[in-house]
């Protein structure tokens, strides 16, 4: 179902999917500026490790602050399990969690919901529905693989204990561990401070503690990467052998199905493959 919104509709109904998130809470919003009532429908999420919490902003390369204030930023850092990455031509807009999501205009940004005009196409449905192809599930899908193939400022992840009790296993939370913060990089002194650039999908969902790489290192320490590339069109996706294309290739190539199909690009190592690789083989 697919609704055009305006003004306290859209407000409160971008309001509702963020106070209703139950697992995932995806923010995609080029400039972004919280008052009080947002920080109070975040709020409700801060100590849930169960929330994953991806914020995906941008522009103002120069000067970050402009897209997203220092404040705003460490405020965001207090959640349990978040992943903010940095977009520097983003200009789209889209608010969704696991059940509801809505395609706008509107920046989450106080001065945007108190003054502007703004519309939105708004879609809910159920938790079946996400493998139906639809609208918000391809502005879903577009804005995962916007914050998989973008830079990563700051990532958090949670840790739990595993119990096995008889036939269930339960996982007990310990805490929550940074992984990757580049905040020096985005809000310091110099934009071209030399840090490593990461990506999503260069990290886990969750940790569990006490656990260590169960992938062997080669002599450089270097391991094998959590991402792959598209063998279609060259995009950075997760690594998965068994679906190396991203998910708009994919409905390309689904029309026929040829798993034999020659392909542009190796899914381990991204390099051109002149027709060597195809879905049955997308290694070189």
Known sequence: MSKFLTGKELEDTIYDIIWETENTLMIVSPFIKLDDYFKKLFDKHDNNPKIHLLVVFGKNENEVKKSMSKEDFDYFKK???????????????????????IITSINLYDYSFKNNI???????????????????????????????????????????ENKKIIINLSKNYVKSDVLYDSTEKFYGFSRNTTIEMKSLLDFPEELELGSKPTERPDRNGNRKPNYGFCIRTGKRIKFNPKQPMCREAWKIWNEYG??????????????????????????L
């Open 258 to 283: 040829n798993e034999d199909f020659p392909e542009k690009y190796c899914h381990r190592t991204g390099k051109p493959s002149y027709g060597k690789t195809s879905m049955r083989k997308p290694i």
């Open 79 to 101: 959640f349990l399990k978040v992943s903010i990455i940095y977009v520097p031509n983003l200009h789209a807009k889209y608010y969704g969690n696991e059940k509801k999501g």
């Open 118 to 160: 703004e519309f939105g196409v708004f879609s809910q449905q159920s938790l079946l529905d996400r493998f139906k192809q639809s609208a918000d599930n391809d502005a879903w899908s577009e804005c995962m693989e916007i914050a998989q193939n973008n830079e990563v400022v700051f990532i958090k992840r949670p840790v739990y």
